[in-house]
């Protein structure tokens, strides 16, 4: 038997698509890049810069963390510039404000101390492994990718997270303790999980 022949290969499983709209919890891994910029806090190896257009970016996957889509696979990037303009930066900007405001349980236009401290990150290793709420939506964005967080004024944002509607108080500390009494959860610490 040669490897081309694939007669005894096995099938291939089916899996259908996740309906769109649907509600899922993800676990977040940021897939290394090599592109670093002290300047603009960009270190640990977590930004990609296209070699065609020279955007940049975090290649992101979303793994679904339990039901009945557990362990199902999600991918998107997240602008941080573009030759172009802001607008991707802005884009991804807004998509990681979502993001932390799932995760931490912040309601959108919150504007007191502690959801201040819990917008905030240290820098990408923060959102390496963060896990949030995210909505299922096969619309494009202008770069083709599909992205949503469901934040917590989502009226199944509760249900869906196991969490209480009002955010946890956070104290006016460094962004990593905000995220701990947000969440409830150490900050990860050390190495990024695809370095380990």
């Known amino acids: 038997m040669t490897y ?6 096995s099938e291939q499983t089916s899996f259908d698509l996740i ?3 649907t509600l899922v919890r993800v676990h977040m891994t940021i897939k290394p890049g090599g592109f670093d910029d002290a300047s603009q806090g960009w270190t640990g190896d977590y930004a990609t810069r296209s070699s065609s257009t020279g955007s940049v ?6 793994v679904v963390t339990d039901g009945e889509f ?7 990037l997240i602008g941080l510039h573009s030759p172009k303009g802001v607008e991707w930066a802005n884009m991804g900007r807004t998509m990681v404000k979502a993001i932390l405001n799932s995760a931490r349980n912040i309601q959108p236009g919150d504007s007191s101390q502690a959801a201040q401290n819990a917008q905030r990150i240290s820098g990408f ?3 390496d492994g963060i896990e949030f709420l995210g909505k ?4 494009k964005d202008q770069n083709g990718q599909d992205k949503a967080a469901v934040t917590p ?4 944002y509760a249900a869906a997270m196991g969490a209480p509607r009002a955010p946890a108080p956070v104290s006016a500390a460094p962004a990593a303790n905000a ?8 900050p990860v610490s050390g190495r990024p999980s695809w370095a380990q």
Not at 57 to 62: A, R, T
Not at 153 to 156: E, F, G, L, N
């Open 70 to 76: 557990a362990r199902r696979k999600m991918w998107s």
């Open 136 to 139: 299922v939506d096969w619309d």
């Open 19 to 21: 309906s769109k709209g």
């Open 179 to 186: 995220y701990a009494q947000a969440t409830g959860r150490a």
């Open 4 to 9: 081309f022949d694939f007669n005894s290969a």
């Open 57 to 62: 970016y975090l290649n992101c996957e979303f």
């Open 153 to 156: 004024d989502h009226k199944d």
């Open 125 to 127: 290793a923060d959102l």
